[in-house]
C-alpha cells in the first residue's frame, strides 16, 4: 500500500523538485521510503512513497525498474494471486530478484503488455513507463479500491493517488467544477468521472489509458481510456438459481480470497463491527490465518450506536485478540478539523470520522486490516433496494403524488419516507432513492434552493445494455456497485485508513466474488424479509445466527443529534447568511427553512444541513468565492 504520483510535462515545464515537493504531502501513505524516477529529458516524472508490507528489504522500494532496464513501474496496492503469477514467470524463463507483487507486474507487463492486466487480482492504481517506446500506462483496479486522479491540459499530464498532490502542483490553476455541486448535494459524493476541479478526473475503475509521451498536446487523451474488464460483460443470459451449489461456490470463493489476502510481512488484522459483512471476513480470517488474528471495534458512547457488545461475542466465539476502543463523543469531534484535509474535496459521509478513529487506533498494533465492505451491494443488504421494487410497480406513478401529499402533514418518520415518492420520471429514480435513503436533496428540492438550476443527472442513471434484462432491485444494486462504493465506501475506508498509514484490504470486493454475485438469482439475496440471504446462509457455518438478529449500524455517529449539541457550531459558521450569499450557491431563505424545520422537529433533514456544511466549509478553506 503506497501512494504514487507522476507527470508528463511537453515544454517541461513541471519541474523535478516541484513533484518532490507535492509528494510529501501524501507520506501519510507511505512513510517507510521514498523514491523518484525521471527521464533522461525531465519531461517524464514518477514519485512513490512506500509503505512496507510485503518483502520489507529495499530491494523492493520503488520507482522499480524491470530487468531489462526497459520498464520502470509507480504501483499503489496489492495483486493476491501474484504467487501463482510469479510461477508462470519463472515456467517462461523470468528471474525475479524480490519476493514482491511489484515486480510481478512489471514482469508480467514487459511479456505481455496491456493484456496481462486481464490476470491481476487485487487492488491497485499503478504507472509503467516504457523508456525505449517512450509510452507511459496508467491502470485501475476492477472496483475502484485504489485510488487515482489525472489532470491534463495540452501540453502536461499529472497523475496521483490523492488530489493534493495535484493541487499542491498547479493550486493556481485549477478552478471550481460547478457542475459537481448539485451531484454532491444530491448524493453527498462527487461520482467518477468529475471532481470538484474542472481540471481534474477520476481515473475510471478496470481501466487503463496508454500516453505517448513524444506527441505535441494531449487535449482528447480521456477518449483512449480501455477497460480490460467489465461487470456488463460479465453478466450471464440467465441468473444462478441452485441455493446448495451457490452457497457452496460462494464458500469456496470468500475462504479463497480470504486466504490470498492474509498474505503479509507485517502484523495483520480485521475490522469488526458485529456485522455480517466484517464477521463473516474476521471468522473465515480466525480459522485460515496460521496466528491468533486480532480485530478491531470502536464503541461511541451512544447507546444507539454503540455494537461493540455484539463484536466483543462475535470475537468470542471466533477467539480472536479482540480490541474495543471505547471512544467518548469529545474525541470523536476533535478529529473534525482532520475531516476536510484528508478527502480534498466536499464529502459528505460522516462515518469517516470513526473509521478514521478506528484505523488510528488499530495501526498501533498491525499494519494491515481486512474489512467487509462491499457485501451489501453485492448481496442486497439496503433498504434501497426494497424501495427499487416498489417504485418501479405500474401502479405508483398513480398514488406518488398524493403519498407524497399526505406525508408532508405527518411526522419527521414519514415525510423521510413519503420524499421516496417525490420523483418525477423513472430516468433519474436510482439515484433518487439513493439520494432519499441517505436524507440528501433530491432533484425537485435542489430546483428550489439552487441559485442556478441547471443541473442534469441522466448520465448517473444510464442504464447499460446488457445481456439479460435485470430487476429493479438489481439494477439498483448495479448502481451502488458503480457509484456508492468507489466514489464513497471505499474513499472513506482509504482515506481514513492511510491517513494513518493503515492498509485495508477488502476480500468481499475479489473480482471473482463481484462476477458470481452479479449473476447470483436475486431470490437467493432477499428471501421474504431477510437481506443477504446466501451470504448469512455461510456465515451461520461458522457463527449463532441468533447473534445477528438485530438491525444494523456498522461504524456510525449521532450526527442527527451532534448538529444540534456539540457540532451545532457548524451550522452557524457555515451557513449564516455571509457565507451563504458569499458562493451564491444556494439561496439563503431556502437554507435558513431547512434549518428551522430541523430544529423544529424534521430530524431527518440533518443530512442536507451536513451537505451544505460541507460544501461550504471546503469552500471557505479553498475558494474566496465560487467565482475564483
Known sequence: MCGIAGYIAINKSIKTEQLCKATGTIKHRGPDAEGFYFSSDDKVGLAHRRLSILDLSESANQPMISADDRYVIVFNGEVYNFKELKKELKDKGASLKTTSDTEVILQLFAQEGVDSFRKLNGMFAFAIYDKESKMLTLCRDHAGIKPLFIYYNQSEIIFSSELKVISSIKEKELTLNKKSIPLFLHLGFIPHPFT????????????????????????????????????????????????????????????????????????????????????????????????????????????????????????????????????????????????????????????????????????????????????????????????????????????????????????????????????DGKENLKSHIFSQEQYFFSENELSDVLVHSDFDFKNQNYSHSLKRQMYPQEEQALWDFKYYLPDDLLVKVDRASMRHSLEIRVPLLDYRIIEFAFNLDSDLKIKGSQMKYLLKEVLYEYLPKEIFERPKWGFSIPLKKWLKTDLNFLIEKFTCKSVIEKYSVLRFDKVEKIKMKYFGGDDYLFNRLWVIIVLHWWLEENFKSAND
Open 196 to 423: 470538484i476541479y474542472k481540471e481534474v478526473s477520476k481515473f475510471p475503475a478496470a481501466h487503463y489509458l496508454q500516453i505517448d509521451c513524444t506527441q505535441n498536446n494531449f487535449n482528447d487523451i480521456t477518449k483512449n481510456f480501455s477497460p480490460f474488464w467489465s461487470l456488463e460483460d460479465k453478466l450471464a443470459p440467465q441468473t444462478f438459481k441452485h441455493e446448495g451449489e451457490a452457497r457452496q461456490i460462494l464458500s469456496d470463493l470468500l475462504i479463497d480470497s480470504v486466504e490470498k489476502q492474509l498474505v503479509s510481512d507485517v502484523p495483520i488484522g480485521t475490522f469488526l463491527s458485529g456485522g455480517v459483512d466484517s464477521s463473516l471476513v474476521t471468522a473465515i480470517a480466525a480459522k485460515r490465518h496460521s496466528k491468533k488474528i486480532s480485530s478491531f471495534s470502536i464503541a461511541i458512547d451512544d447507546g444507539k450506536y454503540n455494537e461493540s457488545k455484539y463484536a466483543s461475542l462475535v470475537a468470542k466465539n471466533l477467539g480472536t485478540d479482540h480490541h474495543v476502543f471505547n471512544v467518548k463523543e469529545k474525541e470523536v469531534m476533535e478529529l473534525i478539523n482532520d475531516f476536510l484535509p484528508a478527502y480534498d474535496e466536499p464529502f459528505a459521509d460522516s462515518s469517516a470520522l470513526p473509521t478514521m478513529m478506528v484505523s488510528k487506533m488499530a495501526r498501533k498494533h498491525v499494519t494491515v486490516a481486512l474489512s467487509g465492505d462491499g457485501g451489501d451491494e453485492l448481496f442486497m443488504g439496503y433498504g434501497a433496494y426494497n424501495w427499487a421494487k416498489t417504485l418501479n410497480k405500474k401502479w405508483i406513478p398513480f398514488v406518488k403524488e398524493p403519498l407524497h401529499a399526505v406525508s408532508e402533514f405527518m411526522s419527521g418518520k414519514y415525510k423521510r419516507a413519503g420524499n421516496l415518492f417525490a420523483f
